[in-house]
């Protein structure tokens, strides 16, 4: 019976005191673990952005506003064996889907698509292929594009303008355009120093966390893609973000820190592994960006600058780790939400109240 109760108790959603200026809400609940998660207005039938998130199972997850509440359907069905061309035959069923992103890779098509990466088969602990997919809404319904197909487990993914880039465990950088006939990728880093973990969009290239300790970026030169190491801790890196000008790191070793050039400034330690990095608006209240973070011990932390120090908070805790965060517009008022999500299944929406 105490079992019982313990089991109940744990799985009840905290609630948050009066006085928190942070209201976090569990807005969906998948029947797995969920990798990642992005904001984006994917699906032009409702208003406004929805939430993304990529599923263990292969499901892509698709989490919209109705009214007060928030409703989730899953947009991708796993492709068949046989299916079509040699390279689906050859692919079976897909496995994890890791990391996604939105943009506009599809211009001729109204509103954002999804772009995800992950395993080809099986889980991200097994070894084997990885592939990358294009999925959007059409008035039929949601269609999906394979991308690239990787010998490797790919689990970096973000979108510049029109560009897709994909990066993985095969350390390779690739970047792919959807020309008229299809998805073109090309290789432009044939050796990143680790296993790309995470990637982010700069206004002129690219910047990846490595397993390595490494932040690398990418850049267009006159003679193709030039690679910078811009950052090494002795621990490997987790998630990014950046504002334009400094760069947020969530590392394997639980510290979050905040690099400016050359000054480094540790926001946050966590006893776990880091698995969030959102640099935005928050607080409208507070002049600047705020910060928030996540992980392994199952915390939401926003941290906020406070004078000349930073003050750390925990907004939510979960039973289980979370694996990522994201940011962005879904409550239609001032300052981005923070979204999180992993291995309950849950993803929870943080807002200033
Ligand atoms: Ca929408
Ligand atoms: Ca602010
Ligand atoms: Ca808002």
Not at 134 to 139: E, M, S
Not at 296 to 322: C, H, L, M, N
Not at 337 to 347: D, L, M, P
Request: charge should be negative; glycine fraction near 12%; aromatic fraction near 6%.
């Amino acid at each position: 019976m105490r079992c019982l109760i313990l089991l109940l108790s744990t799985a009840c959603v905290p609630t948050v005191p009066d006085e928190d200026p942070w209201l976090a809400e569990v807005v969906f609940q998948a029947p797995a673990k969920l990798g990642s998660c992005a904001v984006g207005d994917v699906d032009p039938r409702f208003e406004g952005a929805e939430i993304v998130a990529t599923c263990v199972t292969g499901d892509i997850y698709v989490v919209h506003r109705e009214g007060e509440k928030w409703v989730g359907e899953s947009v991708f069905d796993p492709p068949v064996r046989g299916e079509g061309s040699t390279i689906f035959g050859r692919i079976g069923k897909t496995g994890e889907m890791i990391q996604c992103a939105v943009g506009d890779v599809r211009p001729d098509l109204p509103g954002l698509e999804i772009v995800v990466v992950g395993m080809i088969e099986g889980s991200e602990r097994s070894s084997g292929p990885g592939a990358a997919w294009c999925l959007y809404r059409t008035p039929d319904g949601w269609e999906r594009e394979l991308i690239r197909y990787d010998p490797a487990l790919l689990h970096a993914v973000c979108v510049v303008k029109q560009d897709v880039f994909v990066a993985g465990f095969e350390k390779q950088v690739y970047l792919a355009r959807r020309e008229e006939q299809g998805w073109a990728p090309r290789q432009i880093v044939s050796e990143l120093p680790g296993a790309a973990k995470n990637a982010i969009p700069l206004q002129d290239g690219v910047a990846l966390a490595c397993n390595n300790g490494s932040i690398v970026v990418v850049r267009p030169d006159d003679s193709g893609w030039k690679t910078e190491d811009a950052d090494w801790r002795d621990a490997a890196r987790g998630r990014i973000a950046t504002d334009g000008k400094r760069l947020l790191s969530a590392d394997d070793d639980g510290v979050l820190t905040l690099i400016d050039g050359e000054d480094h400034t540790v926001l946050h330690r966590s006893s776990k592994k880091l698995r969030g990095a959102v640099l935005a608006d928050l607080d409208p209240t507070r002049a600047g960006l705020e910060v928030a973070t996540t992980g392994y011990d199952g915390k939401i932390v926003i941290v906020v600058r406070e004078g000349d120090t930073w003050k750390a908070t925990t907004v939510f805790s979960d039973p289980q780790g979370f694996h990522h965060l994201a940011s962005g517009e879904l409550d239609g008022e001032p300052g981005d939400e923070v979204v999180a999500c992993g291995y309950s299944g849950r993803i929870v929406m943080v807002t200033r109240r």
